[in-house]
């Protein structure tokens, strides 16, 4: 934390840049704003412990202003955590060493909508569902739809790489980016127009989409569009075990189908999620699909994923379970008393891999966490022709809240450690934040040199976010 | 388990939630700031409960920087009332003399003159037209928006009435009916103009109370029994009673297009939804033009529980919203059943859209034919 002159001096100069109402340096506010949506710091919260605060907040409402917020800080050295919504799940926007939070809040604009194009130009600030609900009034939809969608933001969604409950078929959002507006750490603001894409050397959109505020500040991106789909039919499958499921799911996208939802539930999930509302075979999985598109085509994918799914032992559930799901998408991120009871404590581990390594990263993570005391139900979903999404969620409550956080780490170094040993990645689609950050190194391996010595030419003094995605720990 | 138990524990569910109501909450909307929402309110109160933090005085700007408006009860889950909880803590802040200084002008104006404009009390009735009547049908509370600001509320009201063949009686003391400091903290302070109120009433010859402010209303039926003060005749809302009689509201017709604004007090803290939109669907012979958010995910107009005399900018922004809101269906007219949102969304509204209240717009249509 900075002393109490030099914190004083370095509002006066933001509020010349952003008006003083757009600065804060009251420790109420910089409580309120380190609330994030990573279970831990959720735990924490609950339990009355204190999450990591800034120095003072900061609230842009131009790139150019947060050019000049950059300038500031990288001449008081001072570091700089970006956030947007405040829904990560990894602790990504905590100010773990203090500094300027950069608040993109009130960068809420959507620009310009080209419907030749199908593009829409919005400010990194603007919330998920704000975008969706305008789109929508137009015909369109973006396509993205995490379950954080009515908290989480656009430059979240990016500066994550995330992916929404139909990646399967809209794309996950490096596919929906075309262009790109970012400040880097000496104030330079660069712009990667939108282009459905090129060959002129390496897509540096890429290099941004999930650098999670630690090699510049995403202002302003350019998405895709698409059609509202003219009918979306749901339909639900029962498998007597994973594989089967898993195999059934594999030939649906090698025979050319791709559903908009794609979720095969594990007995445990299956159980916890579904049994309440439909008469489930115990140790039965549930598979989720959803077909969006023009009517004959959704009639045809969906007659043929359903012949599947049969012909590898499934029972037909109708449209019941995938329904469901689909209007209750949202109920299963609202706490519950049974989940925050006393030292609770859950997260997932949303690993991925290729679909010759899936059963066995499944199984041996499985394993791992629940020798921790743990309780732990999984789906495969954002499922796509090589591989997927596994969602290992997991649960343990314990006697006190030292032990519930050393449990918690436990679960996780173990978990991950199973994932990378049997050839997964360690995250799909939440990002890796503070969560993830210690096991970056293991994971990109030979390449994680590449990444810090990106990071050492675009932010060499080391302000942008540190301690995030391996980068920048300070002892 | 006992209510504060039970309180605490809400509010430390609500504390850790990954924001599920924060898009609707105007206060978001007008600040974009974390701390200005439900979940903000709640991580300060939590931190309070346990000691941790006390509540400074940005905490306390901060839970009064709330509306009030029961937006984000409708999208919780765990149906966690923040409002409730809110003003629970503001009573606990009048208590210690730590309430925002901005509204000790209500305070004092209601305690001196019976009403929150400094307004001297024996003007309450001097812009409303009625005659004095021994034998009344139904008894009119006008509460002291309609009669120092929205008189034309006021007066369409007993000539929409008269019209439909109901004898209307005033109160000849009426004060205010104590929402502006209920729903601010000063509860004795409400609770001395709630008695002078029920004893009035009750003397008062009538079959029936009617309000056409939502905060009386809710105030009267639910406030007051609370702390037992029992009103010995049924109240009703303005809408409810022309819905209740709708035969003889007449049919009339009203070209343009109607949308309609769900006060805050009247839908999601009274339940009424139904009926202002008969009523305005008979009178104007249109089907109500819903906004996309309306009944309980109605967006507050900004005005209500102090907000505006504290945050007048940010009150205006939100009402602003929401007549963008409404000007979204295409509708001509945007009317609302409540004085305080007629008067924040008129001032907001620009030409292409008339707001009007309920009996307005019936006393437009009547005028018309």
Redesign the interface.
């Known amino acids: 934390m900075l002393d109490g002159k030099t914190k004083s001096g370095m509002a006066e100069r933001l509020a010349s840049i952003v008006g003083s109402d757009n600065v804060t340096l009251l420790e109420t506010d910089a409580v309120l704003n380190a609330h994030d949506a990573w279970p831990l710091s959720e735990a924490k919260i609950r339990t009355g412990e204190l999450l990591p605060i800034a120095d003072v907040i900061v609230f842009p409402e131009t790139a150019q202003e947060v050019a000049e917020i950059l300038a500031v800080a990288s001449e008081m050295e001072v570091p700089v955590v970006p956030v947007g919504g405040g829904a990560g799940t990894c602790g990504g926007t905590l100010p773990i060493y203090g500094g300027i939070q950069l608040d993109l809040k009130r960068m809420d604009k959507i620009l310009h909508i080209d419907e030749k194009s199908m593009l829409v130009r919005v400010q990194a600030g603007v919330i998920g569902i704000e975008l969706e609900e305008e789109v929508n009034r137009l015909g369109y939809t973006t396509g993205h739809t995490p379950t954080s969608l009515r908290a989480s933001n656009v430059g979240g969604f990016i500066a994550t790489r995330s992916g929404g409950s139909m990646s399967s078929l809209y794309g996950k959002i490096e596919d929906l980016t075309l262009g790109l507006e970012v400040v880097l750490p000496n104030s330079k603001i660069i712009r990667m127009k939108p282009m459905p894409r090129h060959s002129v050397g390496p897509d540096l959109r890429q290099l941004f989409i999930g650098s999670e505020g630690t090699l510049g500040v995403i202002t302003e991106a350019t998405l895709r569009l698409f059609p509202r789909p003219e009918l979306r039919r749901f339909r639900s499958m029962a498998f007597p075990d994973v594989h089967r499921g898993l195999e059934a799911i594999r030939r649906i996208f090698r025979d050319g189908i791709t559903p908009s939802v794609v979720r095969l539930y594990d007995p445990e999930d299956t159980a916890i999620s579904m049994s309440n509302h439909f008469e489930i075979q115990d140790g039965d999985c549930m598979l989720l699909l959803a077909f969006d598109g023009l009517r004959e085509i959704v009639a045809l994918d969906e007659e043929k994923a359903v012949k599947i799914c049969l012909e590898h032992g499934a029972k037909d559930y109708g449209e019941g379970p995938s329904k469901r799901w689909w209007e209750h998408r949202y109920d299963m991120y609202y706490p519950t008393e049974l989940t925050t009871s006393g030292f609770s404590i859950g997260d997932t581990i949303d690993i991925v891999a290729p679909y010759d390594k899936l059963e066995t990263v499944y199984y041996s993570m499985k394993a791992a966490m629940e020798k921790h005391d743990a309780f732990v139900m999984s789906h495969f979903s954002h499922m796509y022709q090589n591989g997927g999404s596994i969602y290992m969620i997991f649960f343990t409550s314990q006697r006190d809240a030292k032990t519930a956080w050393e449990v918690y780490k436990r679960i996780w170094d173990d978990g991950v450690a199973a994932c990378l040993r049997e050839g997964g990645t360690m995250s799909h689609q939440h990002g890796v934040g503070l969560s993830r950050s210690t096991y970056t190194e293991d994971e990109l391996g030979s390449a994680f040199l590449v990444l810090k010595m990106i990071k050492a030419i675009l932010d060499p003094i080391g302000i942008m976010n540190p301690g995030k995605l391996g980068l920048g720990v300070k002892e | 388990m006992t209510d504060s138990e039970k309180t605490a524990?809400q509010v430390?569910?609500?504390?850790?939630?990954?924001?599920?109501?924060?898009?609707v909450c105007p206060t978001f909307f007008a600040w974009?700031?974390?701390?200005p929402?439900p979940?903000?309110r709640a991580?300060?109160l939590?931190?309070d409960n346990?000691g941790?933090?006390q509540l400074?005085e940005?905490?306390v700007e901060?839970i009064y920087q709330c509306l009030e408006c029961s937006h984000c009860l409708t999208?919780?889950?765990?149906e966690i009332d923040i409002a409730t909880i809110v003003e629970d803590a503001r009573r606990i802040l009048v208590s210690q003399d730590r309430f925002p200084k901005g509204l000790e002008t209500i305070r004092s104006s209601v305690l001196s003159n019976h009403n929150p404009f400094c307004e001297p009390h024996e003007k309450r009735v001097a812009k409303i037209r009625f005659k004095k009547t021994k034998s009344a049908d139904v008894i009119y509370f006008t509460g002291c928006t309609a009669a120092y600001r929205e008189h034309g509320i006021a007066n369409a009201s007993i000539e929409a009435l008269k019209e439909f063949g109901f004898n209307v009686s005033i109160p000849d003391d009426e004060w205010c009916c104590g929402s502006p400091l209920l729903r601010t903290g000063f509860t004795s302070e409400a609770l001395e103009q709630a008695r002078h109120n029920v004893e009035i009433l009750n003397e008062m010859s009538g079959e029936t109370i009617l309000t056409t402010c939502p905060g009386c209303y809710r105030v009267l039926t639910q406030d007051y029994p609370v702390n037992d003060l029992r009103i010995e005749k049924p109240v009703m809302h303005l809408s409810q009673f022309l819905a209740k009689h709708i035969d003889k509201v007449p049919k009339g017709n009203l070209a343009g297009g109607v949308t309609f604004h769900d006060p805050c007090h009247l839908g999601r803290h009274c339940g009424v939804y139904e009926e202002p939109r008969l009523v305005i669907e008979r009178i104007t012979g249109e089907s109500v033009k819903e906004m996309?958010r309306s009944r309980d995910n109605a967006m507050c107009c900004g005005n209500g529980a102090g907000f505006r005399t504290l945050f007048s900018s940010q009150a205006k922004k939100i009402g602003g919203e929401r007549v963008r809101q409404a000007a979204?269906t295409g509708s001509r007219y945007l009317i609302t059943a409540c004085p305080f949102c007629r008067n924040l969304l008129a001032s907001e509204a620009g030409e292409t859209l008339e707001v009007l209240d309920l009996p307005e717009l019936v006393m437009t249509v009547l005028r018309k034919r």
């Open positions: 524990q430390r569910m609500c504390a850790a939630c990954p924001k599920m109501c924060r898009h974009r700031s974390d701390s929402t979940h903000g991580l300060l939590h931190h346990l941790l933090r400074d940005r905490a901060v999208w919780c889950l765990p996309e979204l």
